[in-house]
């Protein structure tokens, strides 16, 4: 597919009018979006990343056939994500030859890290070409800019992605936690190089929501056509049913938004109630509060059963009054609010470990399920 097939094909629903929500701009079958932080294979990812161990094949592959079956297209990375080892198992799953249909319609979104070190456009081409070898496609269908920090300006690396659009590379941008000026700035760059900003993903849940950061935001988006793509719909568990004190004290969203348990017990409280008039879980009814406010949800999964519990947000609608209602009672503890200090930390970060990662890929010790394969036998 090419940058310009992969162009229409974002477009062409917006286009009809047969939707106003932010997954028609895309071209999305159903609000929804699969995260795959988690599917890295190296010994980091089963060491450190997931508690209890790379994800095994098998299971992908059981949610992979769950959320196509759904109707389910949108599909996030990172070439971050395990040195690119997610990207790696995402190619293999969809390129296998003796799965048909539904497979064949995903739409791949992956992420450039703007680490200090890359400072121009052949960094930023390296990259795509790299995360299109790993995924096994000639194009990328959305192309994201993992968090908008950098001593080059947005300015430069949306030039970047226009080069590698002309070059049949990536379909369209994206931008990953950017606030309301950048996303401004972002598009108006992309109308001047010949480049779609067609999405911005962001922490977005009833944890931040009443942030004034994520409403500007919420607001530039909505004027600009933008869609926004939330993660953390659930507060990483702080908003489900199954929140233990255990699972408080090691939950890391307490420590990063500043949380006290106090904080979230009046808003668990609604949700608890409207699952229960609505028959779905706590988490559900997060997602769909999401949905509602033409937000798609990006949701990781570790198994088949939590992909059909995120699923079931799906097909049905929160009424107009208990949206309002959760509105009122949503917190104002967006990431968007984080000083740029941080924010560069965190991509400093980020950039070292995937550079860790990728060297424990590129020695043969990319794959630790390759050698448990053997013990799991037995």
Same mark, same amino acid.
């Given at each position: ?35 795959? =932080? ?20 098998? #299971?992908?592959?059981?949610? /992979? !056939? ?7 297209? =949108? ?24 799965? #048909?249909?539904?497979? *064949? !319609? ?29 995924? *096994?496609?000639?194009? @990328? ?13 947005? #300015? ?32 108006? %760059? ?6 779609? @900003? ?14 004034? %950061?994520?409403?500007?935001?919420? %607001?530039? $988006?909505? #004027? ?16 489900? !049913? ?42 559900? /009814? ?14 990781? $999964? ?20 208990? /949206? ?6 949503? =917190?104002?503890?967006?990431?968007? *609010? ?14 070292? /470990? ?6 424990? !890929? ?17």
């Amino acid at each position: 597919m090419t940058s310009s097939e992969t162009t229409s094909l974002l477009s062409s629903t917006a286009r009809n009018g047969e939707s106003q929500h932010g997954a028609a701009r895309l071209g999305l079958k159903v609000p929804f979006a699969i995260g795959t =932080l988690q599917w890295g294979t190296t010994w980091i990812d089963d060491k450190i990343v997931n508690r209890t161990g790379c994800i095994p094949e098998e #299971e992908c592959e059981f949610i /992979v !056939d769950a959320i196509t079956e759904a109707g389910v297209t =949108l599909i996030d990375t990172a070439e971050g994500y395990g040195g690119g080892t997610s990207e790696k198992r995402l190619g293999r799953l969809f390129h296998d030859t003796t799965k #048909e249909g539904t497979r *064949q !319609d995903v739409v791949f979104m992956t992420k450039f890290i703007p680490v200090f070190w890359r400072a121009f456009h052949s960094d930023f081409e390296w990259a795509v070409r790299h995360s299109c070898k790993r995924l *096994q496609v000639d194009c @990328i269908p959305i192309y994201l800019l993992h968090s908008p920090i950098h001593w080059r300006p947005i #300015e430069y690396w949306v030039e970047a992605a226009a080069i590698c659009k002309r070059k049949d590379l990536l379909g369209a941008m994206g931008l990953s936690n950017a606030n309301a000026d950048e996303v401004r700035r972002a598009v108006s %760059a992309g109308k001047q190089h010949g480049v779609e @900003i067609v999405c911005n993903q962001v922490h977005y849940s009833l944890l931040a929501y009443n942030s004034k %950061a994520l409403q500007e935001m919420e %607001a530039t $988006c909505r #004027e600009l056509n933008v869609t926004i793509i939330g993660f953390s719909t659930i507060g990483q568990g702080l908003l489900t !049913d199954n929140l233990t004190d255990e699972k408080w004290k090691s939950n890391k969203m307490p420590r990063i938004l500043r949380l006290q348990r106090s904080d979230i017990d009046p808003l668990r409280d609604a949700l608890k109630e409207l699952s229960g008039q609505y028959k779905k879980t706590m988490a559900q /009814v997060a997602m769909n509060w999401c949905i509602q406010h033409e937000v798609v949800p990006l949701v990781g $999964c570790r198994s088949l059963a939590q992909a059909k519990d995120s699923l079931g947000c799906l097909g049905w609608n929160l009424k107009p009054e208990d /949206v309002q209602r959760l509105d009122k009672m949503a =917190l104002d503890r967006s990431a968007l *609010q984080s000083p740029p200090f941080r924010r560069a930390f965190f991509v400093t970060l980020f950039g070292i /470990v995937n550079a860790i990662c990728r060297t424990l !890929d590129y020695w043969g010790y990319g794959n630790v399920l390759l050698k448990k394969q053997p013990n799991q036998q037995k």
